[in-house]
């Protein structure tokens, strides 16, 4: 698809209010989107500068096609609102994170990209973000539910990049493993991706027409053992 431009963009972040949301928020403020809206359930909880909150629930279909027409300039939709129940897929009491990682996850995820999609495709083709994790192509057992649903939305990214490549809407993944935000915290597994390089190399590959970008040495290496797997 080529490059994407940020300048004088108009950019909708999901899930603004705290963690990578609003990290990727004030970069592109930074780098100087013309608007950038920020989406969360509480618009309130959006204070910063150059951000105009927005309400969202990612789960609510009412809600997502009152933000795309109320934001209906947006040239960048950057998903990224997300949850992390930390649960397993059997050996949890019930299948309810399960589903509420999915529901917000893969079809939140969805959601969003179906309504927005079209104001893309208005507004000269635009670009898709979405922010998935190094767990959409590796299993960890004690994290099943998470997992499982950023596979899906990972399959969710490659088929709407061919969906949509006919309107020119440039459509990116972006995968890693554990960054420093509240949503991790007590997880000392692993180094912690810093939230602000999360989102300046997130940008840097948007600017730079990536399709794909792995954020960490970790998620790169494990990315790279798919293509070693046996086939049988």
């Not at 004030?26 to 509480?42: I, Q």
């Not at 899906?152 to 990116?172: F, I, K, P």
Request: charged share 20%; glycine share 10%.
């Amino acid at each position: 698809m080529g490059t994407v431009t940020l300048r004088d963009a108009v950019v909708f972040v999901s899930g603004a209010n705290r963690g990578i949301g609003r990290a990727l928020a004030r970069e592109f403020v930074a780098r100087g989107a013309a608007k950038v809206y920020g989406g969360a359930r509480d618009p309130k909880s959006i204070e910063d500068p150059g951000v105009i909150a927005v309400p969202l629930d990612v789960t609510d279909p009412d809600k997502v096609e009152a933000a795309a027409r109320a934001c209906g300039d947006t040239t960048i939709l950057v998903n990224n609102a997300g949850i992390f129940r930390r649960g397993p897929l059997l050996a949890a009491d019930s299948i309810q994170d399960a589903r509420d990682e999915m529901a917000t996850n893969f079809f939140g995820t969805l959601l969003m990209t179906r309504a927005f999609a079209p104001v893309l495709g208005r507004n000269g083709g635009g670009a898709i973000v979405n922010l998935l994790s190094v767990l959409s192509f590796v299993n960890f057992a004690p994290w099943g539910s998470y997992s499982a649903s950023k596979a899906a939305a990972w399959s969710l990214t490659n088929s709407t990049r061919d969906e949509l490549a006919g309107q020119g809407t440039h459509v990116m993944g972006v995968h890693s493993a554990l960054v420093d935000t509240d949503m991790t915290d007590g997880l000392n597994t692993m180094p912690k991706l810093p939230v602000e390089v999360f989102a300046g190399q997130t940008l840097d590959g948007l600017e730079a027409g990536r399709s794909e970008i792995l954020l960490d040495d970790f998620t790169r290496e494990m990315k790279g053992k798919l293509a070693s797997l046996p086939a049988a």
